[in-house]
């Protein structure tokens, strides 16, 4: 089950201070720090799961890529796995030639 994202509000001095905790939090808990420099709003602190979930928008295509993927089973190989496939895929171009 996703976290709900909640918004801290951070002032610029604390969030420099305190960036690794900061990071640890918005990364765990996907927290997300709104921080402000002399009140005034600039920017925004959040993990990268989060960014991606709710912030990158996938092509249609991407989209269709991932769903036949995951269709396939292929959303459940490992890294050794990948990259024997890889292998095997550059063998066999390299034979073609």
């Known amino acids: 089950m996703l976290k709900?994202?909640?918004t801290k509000l951070i002032d610029a001095l604390s969030a420099r201070t305190r960036l690794g905790?900061?990071?640890e939090e918005a990364e765990k808990e996907s927290t997300r720090f709104l921080v402000s420099r002399r009140g005034k709003p600039s920017v925004v602190?959040?993990?990268?799961e989060d960014y991606l979930?709710?912030?990158?928008?996938?092509?249609?295509?991407?989209?269709e890529i991932q769903l036949e993927a995951q269709k396939a089973g292929l959303?459940?190989?490992?890294?050794?796995?990948?990259?024997?496939?890889?292998?095997?895929?550059?063998?066999?171009?390299?034979?073609?030639?």
């Open 4 to 6: 709900k994202s909640v």
């Open 21 to 23: 905790e900061i990071m």
């Open 45 to 48: 602190i959040l993990g990268v």
């Open 53 to 63: 979930r709710n912030v990158v928008k996938k092509s249609d295509l991407l989209a």
């Open 75 to 97: 959303n459940k190989m490992t890294g050794e796995q990948i990259d024997a496939q890889i292998r095997s895929y550059r063998s066999s171009k390299k034979n073609k030639k």
